[in-house]
């Protein structure tokens, strides 16, 4: 398979408040690149979200806006590039409102939830989190709420779950956002 796992980590609840992003690229089932930075939202931070992620607004004080990653990374976004998340609703949520909070162009590409496809998989799990899973399926997942460390552990579901089940249990998950 070749498909872009993303994750997006935020400052606060608004959805446009990306404070890092991580990008790791998968081709032939095996990860030929990452990208990955923090980045600097025009909001508050939250001290639930710190908590969660541990980036502080000190942490992004010097980091990129949006608009400056966006021409790197929107390569990514096609019509025809898969790109995963686990719990891809929040992940695809973030960069839409990212994009229309900073009026840039949306963007349609193909796109997968590694939570459904291990809901399907694997019903027998306690829960489908993504530390979860990782470590059912031996998975390395070292800092859980890290988008680099995050958007492997998904890359990684998803190729294992290639291997075991085949891109025709796979593409009926696969949809157009």
Known sequence: M????MDFETAS??????????LTIVRQNKVVDEFYTLIKP????SWRNTQIHGIHASDVADAPTFP???PHINQFYTNNQLVVAHNAPFDNG????TLAHY????????????????????????????NTVSERLHVNLEHH?????DSLACANILIYQDQQFGASAIKPFVKLQ
């Open 2 to 5: 070749n498909f872009v796992a």
């Open 13 to 22: 609840a608004q959805r446009h408040s990306a404070c890092s992003l991580a």
């Open 42 to 45: 025009d909001t508050e931070f």
């Open 68 to 70: 400056e990653i966006w």
């Open 94 to 97: 973030v960069l839409k409102s």
């Open 103 to 130: 009026d840039l162009a949306p963007v349609h590409y193909l796109t997968l939830d590694t939570v459904k496809t291990s809901r399907r998989f694997f019903p027998e799990f306690p829960n489908h989190k993504l």
């Open 145 to 149: 709420h890290n988008a680099l460390d």
